[in-house]
C-alpha cells in the first residue's frame, strides 16, 4: 500500500477516534438538561467527563492537524469551504470548554445557569453540524476548479446532510447514556440506562435510513460493490449497534460502551471506506474532486509524520486509557465535597 | 474593508487573545511544579496551600489558553486556506507534531493533575505538574519552528506550485527558531514572574499571609530577574540575526530610510510613509543603530527607501511596538533588581510593592508588542521572501469574515471580561492555610 492510501486510512482512523471520544462527553452535554434534575446530578453528569474530556477533544485538533500536515490541500479546501460551519463548531466548543471550569467557580444561580446553556449549545452544535458536514462530504461539495466552495452553509442544510445530522446526534446521545451508566449511581443510573434504552430504536432507525440514503445521494457504495469484502465494516457496526443493547439489558455497562464506540468508529468508516480514494468529492464535477492522491503532501512529509505518528499515537492511546483507568469507577455525591470538582 | 484587511484583523484578535493566556500557563506551570516539589520534600503544608493557591489560577488561565487556541489551528485553514496549501508541507507537519507531541500530554495530564490529588502519590502528583510545564514549553518549541520558518524560510523547495520540505533538520534546528524560541520563552517567564510578584505585593500590602506570599514572590522573583536579563541579552543576538536575515524589517522599526553606515539611532520619530521620511525625530544617537544591528558601529544600514514599494512593512507600528518591547524590558530589569536589593524588607517597601502591583500587565503589554512586531515588520510577505499575505487569504466574501470578526471581538471580549474577572477574584482572596 502506498504512503498516502495509509495517511488516508490514518486519517479517517484519527477522525474516528474524536468521534469515539469527545462523541460521549457531547452526548452527556446535549442530555445535561433533561438528565440533571438537580445541581448535584448535574455535578455528577460534569464530573463523569471532567477528567478526560480536554484530553479526548484534542483528537480533533490531531485530526485536524494531520489533514493539514499530510493533505494540505485537501485541509485548505475543506477548512474554507465549510467556513460558517466550523466557525459555528468553533464558538461552541469555546463556551463548552470554559463553561466546565467556570461553572464551579461562583456560587449563584443565575451564573451556574448562564454555563448550564453553555454546556448544552456547546455539545449540541458540534455534534449536529460535524454530521451534516460529513454527511455533505460524503455527497459531495460544489468545489470548483480552483477548490473554491461555490455555496453556503444553507446548500449544507438538504436532506442528507440533516440526516447526517440526526444520525451523529442520536450517536452521541446513544454513547453518552451508556457512559453515564458507567459512572453513575441510584437515579441517575437508572435514567440514563432507560434513555440509552429508549434512544436505541431511533439509532437504529436513523441509521438504516442514513444507510439507505447514502445509496441514492452518494457514490460511497461503488467502492463496496468493487470489494464485498468491505460489506464487513457495515456488518459488524450494525452487530456492535445490537451487541450494545444486549450489553444495557445484561448490566455490563462497560461492554455496551465499549461496543458503542465501535458502532460510532465503524459508522465513520462507512464513510472513509466509501469515499476513497477521494477526500472532498466535488459536486460540479468529479474532475475536481480533492483526492488523497492530488491534496497530499510531499513524499518526505508524509514519511517523517509517519514515523511521528508511530511513535506518539501508541504512547498517546496507553497514558490516556491509563487516565481513564485511573478515573473509573462512579462519580458519587462524595466526590463533588471535594474542592477541586467542578 | 477588505478581505485580506478583515482576515488579518481576525488572525491578529485571535492570536494576541489567545496570548493574552499561554504565558502565565508557561511560567506559571514550572513555579507551582517548583512550590509542590517543595512540599513534596519538606512536607511543610505551608508549601501545598501555595501549590492549591496558584493553581486555583493557573486553571482558570489554562481553560482559557486551551480553548483560544484551538481557533488558531482552524484559522489557517478556514481563513489563510490559500497559505495552508503553499506550505502544508512544512508548515502543517510541524503543527501536527504540536498536537501530537505536546497538546496531548498537557490536556491529558491536566485532569489527572486537577482530579487526582488522591488517587495518585504526592511525589506522582507533582511529576504531573513538571511533565505538564514540559509539555507546555514542547508546544512553544513547535509553533516558534514554525513561525520561524514563515520569517525566514528554509529547507524547502519550490514545486508544483507549493512549497515542499527538502530538509527537515534544516527546518526545526535553524538559527532563527532557536533564538526565537529563547526570547519568547523567557519573555513569558517575565510574565509570570511580575504576575507572582505583583499578586504576592498585593497580598504583602494587605499584610495578609506574609511567609506565603514573601516565600511566593522570592520564587517570582528570582524567575523575573534572571529572566528579564536573559532576554534583553539574548535579545539583542536575536536582533542582530534580524538585521541579517530581514532587514526590512530592521529598517521599519527604526523608521530608518535612507541607506547609511555609523546609522544613528532615533529615539522617537513619527513616519511620513508616503514621503519615505520622519515628520520628526527626537534623540537621535549617532552610529546606535549600526552597533544594534551589526556590532559594529561602521557597519552600513540599508535604509526602506532601498527596498522596492511592495515590500516594505508598514513604519510606524514596528517602531512602536519596538520600543514599547524594549523599554518596558529595560524597566523590567531595574525593578527585579529593586527587588532583589529589598528582598528582606519588602514589608517596609510600601511604594515598591504598589509598583509591582501595578506592573502586573506590563510584562503582557511588552510581550504582545514583541509579537506584533515579528508579524507586522515582516510584511508585507505572510512568507519572508517567498509569499505575499495579500495572496494567502481564503476566497471567502468580505462579509463572511466581518461577521466572524465580530463574533471574535464580542465572545473574546466578554471571555477576557468573565475570565480576568475570575483571575482576579481568585487571586485577591486570602488563602486558606
Not at chain 1, 460489506?231 to 450489553?247: E, Q, R, Y
Not at chain 1, 464506540?261 to 475536481?288: E, Q
Not at chain 2, 528579564?228 to 526590512?248: C, K, N, R, Y
Not at chain 2, 510584511?379 to 470578526?405: C, E, F, H, N, R
Amino acid at each position: 500500500m502506498d504512503l498516502q492510501g495509509i495517511w488516508f486510512f490514518l486519517w479517517g482512523l484519527l477522525w474516528a477516534i474524536f468521534f469515539m471520544t469527545d462523541g460521549f462527553d457531547f452526548g452527556i452535554g446535549i442530555l445535561y438538561p433533561f438528565l440533571g434534575k438537580n445541581d448535584s446530578e448535574k455535578r455528577i453528569m460534569i464530573n463523569s467527563v471532567g477528567p478526560i474530556w480536554n484530553g479526548n477533544e484534542v483528537w480533533l485538533i490531531t485530526a485536524g492537524g494531520v489533514t493539514f500536515a499530510a493533505f494540505p490541500i485537501a485541509y485548505s479546501v475543506m477548512f474554507s469551504s465549510l467556513y460558517s460551519a466550523l466557525m459555528l463548531i468553533l464558538f461552541a466548543l469555546i463556551i463548552r470548554g470554559v463553561a466546565f471550569e467556570f461553572r464551579g467557580k461562583v456560587d449563584k444561580k443565575s451564573w451556574r445557569n448562564i454555563w448550564d446553556i453553555a454546556i448544552f449549545a456547546g455539545s449540541f452544535i458540534p455534534a449536529v453540524l460535524f454530521g451534516i458536514t460529513f454527511a455533505n462530504i460524503f455527497k459531495g461539495l460544489p468545489i470548483d476548479q480552483s477548490g473554491v466552495f461555490q455555496g453556503s452553509l444553507f446548500d449544507l442544510l438538504n436532506f442528507y446532510g440533516i440526516l447526517g445530522g440526526l444520525l451523529f446526534l442520536l450517536l452521541f446521545l446513544f454513547h453518552g447514556s451508556v457512559w453515564l451508566s458507567i459512572k453513575t449511581e441510584g437515579e441517575l443510573h437508572e435514567r440514563s440506562k432507560t434513555t440509552a434504552l429508549i434512544l436505541w430504536p431511533f439509532l437504529l432507525i436513523t441509521a438504516v435510513l442514513f444507510l439507505g440514503a447514502s445509496w441514492f445521494y452518494t457514490k460511497l457504495y461503488n467502492n463496496y460493490l468493487a470489494n464485498p469484502i468491505l460489506f464487513s465494516d457495515i456488518l459488524l457496526t450494525v452487530a456492535a449497534l445490537f451487541a450494545s443493547k444486549f450489553f444495557i439489558k445484561r448490566k455490563e455497562f462497560f461492554k455496551a460502551w465499549f461496543s458503542s464506540s465501535i458502532v460510532i468508529v465503524g459508522s465513520v468508516f462507512f464513510g472513509i471506506i466509501g469515499l476513497y480514494p477521494n477526500m472532498l468529492p466535488s459536486n460540479i464535477s468529479t474532475a475536481f474532486n480533492v483526492t488523497a492522491f492530488n491534496a497530499s503532501s510531499s513524499p518526505l512529509t508524509l514519511k517523517i509524520m509517519l514515523v511521528v505518528v508511530i511513535i506518539f499515537i501508541p504512547a498517546v492511546i496507553a497514558y490516556q486509557a491509563w487516565a481513564y483507568y485511573l478515573f473509573r469507577g462512579k462519580v458519587t455525591k462524595e466526590d463533588l465535597a471535594h474542592e477541586e470538582s467542578y | 474593508m477588505d478581505l485580506v484587511m478583515l482576515s488579518r484583523l481576525q488572525f491578529a484578535t485571535a492570536t494576541m487573545f489567545h496570548f493574552l493566556f499561554v504565558p502565565l500557563t508557561l511560567g506559571l506551570s514550572i513555579m507551582i511544579a517548583i512550590m509542590e516539589t517543595k512540599y513534596v520534600r519538606t512536607g511543610d503544608k505551608l508549601y501545598l496551600s501555595m501549590t492549591k493557591f496558584w493553581g486555583k489560577i493557573f486553571l482558570i488561565n489554562f481553560g482559557l489558553g486551551i480553548v483560544t487556541g484551538i481557533t488558531l489551528e482552524f484559522q489557517f485553514g478556514t481563513n489563510w486556506s490559500r497559505y495552508s496549501a503553499f506550505v502544508g508541507d512544512i508548515f502543517g507537519a510541524l503543527l501536527a507534531i504540536e498536537a501530537t507531541a505536546a497538546f496531548f500530554l498537557e490536556s491529558t495530564l491536566i485532569g489527572i493533575w486537577i482530579f487526582g490529588w488522591k488517587k495518585i502519590s504526592p511525589k506522582a502528583h507533582a511529576a504531573v505538574m513538571w511533565l505538564i510545564a514540559g509539555a507546555s514549553t514542547l508546544s512553544a518549541v513547535w509553533i516558534i519552528i514554525a513561525n520561524s520558518w514563515m520569517q525566514h524560510p528554509v529547507g524547502y523547495v519550490l514545486r508544483n506550485g507549493r512549497a515542499e520540505l527538502s530538509d527537515f533538520s534544516a527546518v526545526i534546528f535553524q538559527k532563527f527558531a532557536i533564538l526565537q524560541f529563547f526570547h519568547t520563552i523567557s519573555a513569558t517567564y517575565i510574565v509570570s514572574a511580575f504576575f507572582v510578584m505583583g499578586v504576592s505585593a498585593y497580598h504583602l500590602l494587605k499584610k495578609q499571609s506574609i511567609q506565603f506570599f514573601t516565600k511566593s514572590f522570592r520564587i517570582g522573583l528570582i524567575f523575573g530577574l534572571i529572566f528579564s536579563i536573559f532576554t534583553a541579552l539574548e535579545g539583542d543576538m536575536h536582533g542582530v540575526h534580524v538585521a541579517e536575515v530581514q532587514p526590512a524589517k530592521l529598517a521599519a522599526m527604526e523608521a530608518h530610510w535612507e541607506t547609511t553606515s555609523r546609522a544613528p539611532l532615533n529615539l522617537f520619530a513619527i513616519p511620513d510613509e508616503k514621503n519615505e521620511r520622519n515628520f520628526i525625530e527626537i534623540g537621535a544617537i549617532p552610529g546606535l543603530l549600526s552597533f544594534l544591528g551589526y556590532h559594529d558601529i561602521n557597519a552600513k544600514v540599508k535604509g526602506l527607501k532601498d527596498f522596492p514599494m511592495e515590500e516594505r512593512p508598514p513604519v510606524l507600528i514596528p517602531f512602536l511596538s519596538f520600543r514599547t518591547m524594549v523599554g518596558l524590558g529595560t524597566l523590567f530589569i531595574l525593578l527585579t533588581i529593586i527587588g532583589l536589593l529589598r528582598r528582606n524588607r519588602l514589608l517596609e517597601s510600601p511604594l515598591y510593592l504598589k509598583v509591582m502591583v501595578l506592573s502586573i500587565p506590563l510584562p503582557y503589554l511588552a510581550i504582545e508588542a514583541g509579537w506584533v512586531l515579528a508579524e507586522v515588520g515582516r510584511q508585507p510577505w505572510i512568507v519572508y521572501g517567498l509569499m505575499k499575505t495579500s495572496d494567502a487569504v481564503s476566497p471567502l466574501a468580505s462579509s463572511q469574515v466581518l461577521v466572524s470578526l465580530t463574533a471574535f471581538i464580542l465572545i473574546y471580549g466578554l471571555l477576557g471580561i468573565v475570565g480576568f474577572y475570575l483571575i482576579i477574584k481568585n487571586a485577591a482572596k486570602n488563602p486558606v492555610l
